[in-house]
Every structure is written in C-alpha cells, then in structure tokens.
T-cell receptor, first 113, second 114 residues
C-alpha cells in the first residue's frame, strides 16, 4: 500500500525567503514520487518527479526536491520565493506495478510581499 | 495540441438529476483517470482506465459510472446526483498506467448539487 502525508496545509513565506514544503511517503515497494502544482481555478501540472537514480531532482520554476529513503521523505524546496509561486502543491506517490497515483492532501503556499 | 479537455466547466444539478462529464485527450495516451477534489482531502481517484476497453474502480467509485468510449474519450456519469457529490472533478491522462508516468490534467468541472 502507498500513501503520502503532507505536513502543513498552509505555509506562508515572505517574498525572497526559502520555500520548504514537506512530504513523507509510505510505500512497500521502491516509490516513484511526484510534486504537482495547482494555480487557482486550474488543473494540476507536474513540477518534478523522482523515479530512479540521482536523489536530488530539479524541476520547473526553480523548485527541487530530494529523495531521502532513510527518512521516507521527498520535501520540496525553492531558495527564493516569488509572488507567482502562490499556489497549492501536491505530493504524490506511485510504484512499480501500481496503476495510479496516490495524492497527499495538499499544501497551500502564500507568498507575502 | 489541446491536451486534456473537459466539458462542461460549471454545472448545477438538483438532487436526483443525472449528468455526464466529458473528457478527451489528444496526446494518444493509453490511460485515463477521473478524480474529485474536495477541500482538505486532496485528489481522490474515482475510476481509471488503464487502456482502451478496460475500467477499474478507484478509491471513491460509489455513485459514479464511467465509459471509455475510445482511446481519446473517457466519460463520468452521475446517475442520481447527491449533495455529497458537490466537488471539482478532474480528468487526467498518462502514457502508461501508474508507475513513473506523468499524468496530465484537464482544467476541471465545478459541480454543485443542491
């Protein structure tokens, strides 16, 4: 069975500050991990994903995430927040043989000018 | 390419009415999905179709039916709408079912059942 926990349903940061959104997963098989972003009144779009290989994954818009197997974590970071980063962010997990993604409950990011 | 398209964008139904949400993709993807999104609950899978001709239940299938009409189209039907089905519905597609495949999402249908 696979599941995802996102700590913090709301995160606020100042413009220019570090963004850190937390994701912990549970998986009985080697996981594939994803971060999606949803802007207001839109569908989700992929930010980045980890499948195999390098554990530090770079995505679009300056975001990156690090797969840490020992901590079962896949936290999303961005060194300097921009106003356009305000959105809801979803972590998701899949695995070999799985037919679908399992999503976390989401974290709403607010960027304060 | 339009990607994943959904119709309608908004819908208001009365309890007991029926309706079909339409979804189409032009990326030649094999797999398609229907999710519902509710505040504080993230996205929950209703049904998916791993390939043309197959459909399977997801986490919350009760009250819904689906049809994979062809490779491009995957519709979701509410036979007798209930207020608990008030939600935002997203269709998605991917090249393969699950695994490392990225899912591409449509813009959503906002449904209110009164």
């Amino acid at each position: 069975a696979q599941s995802v926990t996102q700590l913090g349903s709301h995160v606020s940061v100042s413009e220019g500050a570090l963004v850190l959104l937390r994701c912990n997963y549970s998986s009985s098989v080697p996981p594939y991990l994803f971060w999606y972003v949803q802007y207001p009144n839109q569908g989700l779009q992929l930010l980045l994903k980890y499948t195999t290989g390098a554990t530090l994954v770079k995505g679009i818009n300056g975001f990156e995430a690090e797969f840490k197997k020992s901590e079962t974590s896949f936290h999303l970071t961005k060194p300097s927040a921009h106003m356009s980063d305000a959105a809801e962010y979803f972590c998701a997990v899949s695995g070999p043989g799985a037919n679908n993604l399992f999503f976390g409950t989401g974290t709403r990011l607010t960027v304060i000018p | 390419n339009a990607g994943v398209t959904q119709t309608p964008k908004f819908q208001v139904l009365k309890t007991g009415q029926s309706m079909t949400l339409q979804c189409a993709q032009d990326m030649n993807h094999n797999s398609m999905y229907w999710y519902r999104q509710d505040p504080g609950m993230g996205l929950r899978l209703i049904y998916y179709s791993a390939s043309e001709g197959t459909t399977d239940k997801g986490e919350v299938p009760n009250g819904y039916n689906v049809s994979r009409l062809n490779k491009r189209e995957f519709s979701l039907r509410l036979e007798s709408a209930a207020p608990s089905q008030t939600s935002v519905y997203f269709c998605a597609s991917s090249e393969l079912a699950g695994g490392p495949a990225e899912q591409y999402f449509g813009p959503g249908t906002r449904l209110t059942v009164t």
